[in-house]
């Protein structure tokens, strides 16, 4: 049962977490934003997830935003 946890809430990290290798559905530059809707997921560069916020958000599942990483050092 503890093994069942432990995969649930790795997948859910993986699937959250954003890497280099996730690209942007829009223009292939690297995603910072996953959008969750009921439909499946979309990802973003920022641009294009702050662009297209205003028309996702309603009807969005979850909205995941790492772009305060770009301002990282």
Known sequence: MNQEITAEVDEQESREGLTALDRCDVCGAQAYIRVELASGDLIFCSHHGNEKKAQLEP???????????????
């Not at 969005?60 to 790492?66: F, G, K, L, N, T």
């Open 59 to 73: 009807v969005a599942v979850s909205w995941h935003d790492e772009s305060s990483k770009l301002l990282a050092r």
